[in-house]
């Protein structure tokens, strides 16, 4: 019986061994296909560009296995309209009208450095007289003040690549508590000076932002007349 049963075993693993044999045949075989594949793009008429002597091109790249998905891409065939307009994906962007927030994108970032210098040096210094008994105690002090989003084991990793608790700390995430702090230093005036005018910025920047113009079509599959109906034809 038991010679039987070691027979049928041994018949059972040759099988199984062919089997994946079999498999891994199959398999280089697809490797060397999905290496050697090509692929087919076709490009699609999406409608006329804005000025209306070209169109928008909707270019769908498929491989040919059956794994990989379509590629989508967007261009605009119009010299002009191309040089006037940028697609972002889907949505057509006037490219004179993006200086003005590009401006006050640079003078938003220019706004917040200051204000992130001061806030890390009244982090730094609050925390100068914070004696942890330990990374864990650190880490949940910084819980118990709003001041971080960071997991304990995202801590850690902070700490081991030379980080603090001062600068695992983000003073932003809880005003009110850098705001009293900020008061004990004696350093509020500076505080709510750069915090101005970083709303400021901000605000400035928003409003250029509402100023780009983008035009978005109105067609789920992107089918879309894009000639300014504004101007008169002709
Ligand atoms: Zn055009």
Redesign the pocket.
């Known amino acids: 019986m038991g010679f039987l049963k070691a027979k049928t075993s041994n018949r059972t693993i040759a099988c199984s061994q062919r089997r994946y044999a079999a498999r891994l045949t199959r398999d280089v075989r697809l490797l060397n296909f999905s290496l050697m594949s090509t692929s087919e793009t076709v490009t699609f008429d999406k409608g006329p560009?804005?000025?209306?002597?070209?169109h928008i091109d909707q270019h769908v790249t498929t491989q040919d296995n059956p794994w990989s998905t379509a590629d989508i891409a967007y261009s605009?065939n119009?010299l002009?309209?191309s040089r006037e307009w940028r697609l972002d994906n889907k949505t057509l962007v006037l490219r004179s009208s993006e200086a003005p927030y590009a401006a006050a994108k640079t003078a938003e970032e220019i706004a917040r450095r200051p204000l992130q210098t001061l806030v890390r040096s009244i982090a730094v210094s609050h925390f100068s007289s914070f004696g942890a008994r330990s990374k864990k105690a650190a880490h949940a002090e910084l819980e118990r003040l709003g001041l971080t989003s960071m997991s304990y084991r995202q801590y850690l990793e902070h700490v081991s690549k030379g980080g603090t608790i001062a600068t695992a700390a983000s003073p932003l995430r809880n005003q009110r508590w850098l705001q009293e702090v900020a008061k004990k230093q004696g350093l509020t005036e500076q505080l709510d000076n750069l915090t101005e005018a970083l709303s400021h910025a901000t605000k400035e920047l928003e409003h250029a932002s509402s100023q780009v113009v983008r035009k978005k079509s109105p067609n789920p599959s992107f089918n879309t007349d894009w000639r300014d109906k504004a101007a008169p034809a002709g």
């Open positions: 560009c804005p000025c209306g002597a070209g605009i119009c002009k309209c």
